[in-house]
């Protein structure tokens, strides 16, 4: 009997002790999650495939060396969208794989997002495309009925989940002088399994517009940059890089 209540005895201490740790490590996330979200401020460049969002990032990434701009870019997953096969899938099949390829998209975002910010010494955080970018592309497919509604309903949920974790502060939407120029630029560059169309770009650069307008009407500060020239050089470069990190540093 004794033996018994002893036993009952231990049980109950080690249930509270797990307990009282499960509350702190709750208390410690949602901490760690209000930490992070007054500490870095994060900036999402949006913009239709051939938009220059690469090029204008890696730009800005030698601009902001030189003259000590304290700011961290994050580029798209494009090594890891490769290696897997997802945008060769997708493209050979956007029925069957655009729910995947988009999910896939969001979730590497928002791990290299999380990665920049555990290891980050700049609190200013600039995002390739980012999850509200990956918003145009979820609403563009479920009108095009290659993702049913209850698939994008469930990337909405995540997507939210997500920005509520790590909200976004403000855009830099790019866009180019029209959509023939992003296809030239599409086509010289030469990725794996891209094959679209001027169509297809067209309803994308749409469904950016609907998302960015959104999300301005919502508080979200916004910067419009073109990016028309056939051409980029330096000076070009360096004006949209000056831009860029005068909207970042206000």
Partial sequence: MIKKIFYKSNSLKNFKKKLIFLILLFFINISKTALFNNIFKRSALIGGIGSGKTTILSHLSN?????????????????EIIESNQLKDFCRNMKLNAYPFQSFIMNELNKKLIKEQEE???????????????ESFVEKLNKDDYISDDQKNKLSEKRIEYLKENPINKIIHLTSKSEEQELDRIKKRGRDGENYTIEYLKNLNNAH????????????????IKNDSDELNQENLNEMCEEICKFLMQ
């Fill in 209 to 224: 517009k609907e998302t960015i307008e959104k999300y301005k009407s919502s508080g979200i500060e916004v910067l419009e």
């Fill in 63 to 79: 601009y902001c060396d030189i003259n000590n701009k304290p700011i961290s870019i994050i580029y798209e997953p494009i090594k």
């Fill in 120 to 134: 980050s010494k700049y609190n200013n955080i600039i995002i390739e495309s980012s999850i509200i970018g990956n």
